[in-house]
């Protein structure tokens, strides 16, 4: 079991309407008018607003991928550092005592790992164990929660930081005017998230505030044969997304039985859930787990207004849903709360708090 002590968003400085981002879809497919019908996704995406690391004329003239990954290097690590120590200070802890920083991140690529570099910049260590996941996709946020909160484990006196970064503009293809880059490009947005979690011998994992979320359980689970479903490509110019039409139908076929089966097998039922962190993997996909969930419209409020303010941010999304919600307050001691997100592989992540 580990504590959260502190939850804190990197929110990009450029941010754009829908609207306006459908002008320049619009203009780079010119008169493809194939691409041109897709157009539509783009007001019913629920999304309104999303955040990039550069101007969106930026964004949509992309340097070769050598450029993109400087920029993403350069990015992560000067934000990466800032939004960790905005973390540890709402915490009140040092750098110094942190034992363990996990980063995830799959929109670029650097060794050493943005967490080195954070660590570096912070003055963590010298007893510091790193752990960079760059493969899980829009997973990630609840893989790293779920690996931070196996060290209290072994060090229940410690603490943990999760890092996750997230620059989706920094990917678009430009030359790739596919169906599949069209849609993605209706949905992604850019945003980074840290959480610092203390152990249970902690002093602070010990101490109980109104309203504070213990991370108790989490699971995996991965589905064969389900490679082609979502992913990246790697291609000369860069990051190419797969997302595969099977996607939202597979979701919907599996999600119902995956939530009972991890909840059953902790004496739990959905009805004893009263707090749904999810992951917006877009509009589809909430519709799909309200159905399928039986859950009403406010179930999933938080996870609405995170995609509709700042789009699917992959592995930083569901965090900011959790912090969405922790933020709205009107959490009362006792209530159980679930965390959930499919990724590549085709794999899916759950985590089970409990408030208070």
Sequence with gaps: MATLLAIERYEPPYRYHQHEVTRWVADWLGDDATGR??????KSAGIETRASVVPIERVFHPGDFETQNDLYRDVAGRE????????LDAAEITPAEVGLIVSVSCTGFQIPAVDAHVADALGMGPRLARLPITESGCAGGIVALARARDFPSVHPDRLAVVLALEFASLTFQRWDRS?????????????????VLAGPEHPRGRARRPGQARLVDSESVFFP?????????LR??????ILDRELAPFVRGHVGEVVSSFLASRGLAREDVTRWIMHPGGRRIIEVMTERLALQPEDLAPTEKVLAEHGNMSSVTVLFVLDEMMRRGSIRCGEKGMLGAFG???GAELAL???C
Excluded at 225 to 233: A, D, I, P, S
């Design 179 to 195: 169906a599949t880059n069209v849609v993605s490009t209706a949905i992604f947005g850019d945003g980074g998230a840290a959480v």
């Design 80 to 87: 990466g550092a800032a939004l960790v120590r905005r973390a």
């Design 344 to 346: 590549p592989g085709f």
């Design 225 to 233: 044969g389900t490679l082609h479903l979502m992913g990246f490509r």
């Design 37 to 42: 019908r897709l157009l539509g996704v783009y």
């Design 353 to 355: 708090v409990e408030f």
């Design 236 to 241: 000369n110019q860069g990051l190419q997304i």
